[in-house]
């Protein structure tokens, strides 16, 4: 089975940084990969698809990009309500397993 | 609007079994298909399988393989998750989403999530 892990595990970042998160795959998926948010408490919301679409409704402040095995989230400016875990998924196909998880606080 | 709603808590004793249901509203239920996402405490998320709600097609994961069936009733737009065998280690909140009927999207629209607590 393909194994998605994603670094770092966890970041600290001042309002209006720009954030990185990176997901490798351990064999190539293409483009079939999905970037999701989950604040805490909360239903994870689908961000991006297709490694590079912005969902409908999504800040422009966040971007995906990455083919094959390698691929990143951006959040261009951070912003408080950002805080969160981030997750990635492989969907190509089964099992369509998801990354550890980032979370992602406000330092 | 595409709303997914699940059903209500559940307590199970180890053994038993469990029902998840997740009834889709505003759109074509059986155009698209459903994966089950589950959450245990303080952890990730962990992909369960997937229905296809077009032809009923399955894909489990491998872990769950033979304690999980997944169904679809095209009539009431509903889909279920059965769980058996049930250890402590089932104890998550369990999802619905909504996926393309292939399966071979990412997850667009999800439940509110449906809390599953096996203690004896």
């Known amino acids: 089975d393909t194994q998605m892990t994603q670094s770092p595990s966890s970041l600290s970042a001042s309002v209006g940084d720009r954030v990185t998160i990176t997901c490798r795959a351990s064999?190539?998926?293409?483009?079939?990969l999905a970037w999701y948010q989950q604040k805490p408490g909360k239903v994870p919301k689908l961000l991006i698809y297709?490694?590079?679409t912005l969902q409908s409704g999504v800040p422009s402040r966040f971007s995906g990009s990455g083919s094959g095995t390698d691929f990143t989230l951006t959040i261009s400016s951070l912003q408080p309500e950002d805080v969160a875990t981030y997750y990635c998924?492989?969907?190509?196909?089964?099992?369509?397993?998801f990354g550890q998880g980032t979370k992602v606080d406000i330092k | 609007q595409v709303q997914m709603v699940q059903s209500g808590p559940e307590l199970k004793t180890p053994g038993a079994s469990v029902k998840v249901s997740c009834k889709a509203s505003?759109?074509?239920?059986?155009?698209?298909?459903i994966s089950w996402v589950r959450q245990a405490p303080g952890q990730g998320l962990e992909w369960m399988g997937w229905?296809?709600?077009?032809?009923?097609?399955?894909n489990y994961a491998q872990n769950i393989q033979g304690r999980v069936t997944m169904t679809t009733d095209t009539s009431t737009s509903t889909a279920y998750m059965e769980l058996r065998s049930l250890t402590s280690d089932d104890t998550a909140v369990y999802y619905c989403?909504?996926?393309?009927?292939?399966?071979?999207?990412?997850?667009?629209?999800w439940g509110q999530g449906t809390q599953v607590t096996v203690s004896s």
């Open positions: 998924q492989k969907y190509n196909s089964a099992p369509q397993t």
């Open positions: 989403a909504r996926v393309a009927y292939g399966g071979d999207s990412a997850a667009d629209y």
């Open positions: 064999q190539g998926i293409s483009n079939y």
């Open positions: 229905i296809s709600a077009y032809n009923d097609k399955t």
């Open positions: 505003g759109y074509t239920f059986n155009t698209y298909g």
């Open positions: 297709a490694a590079s």
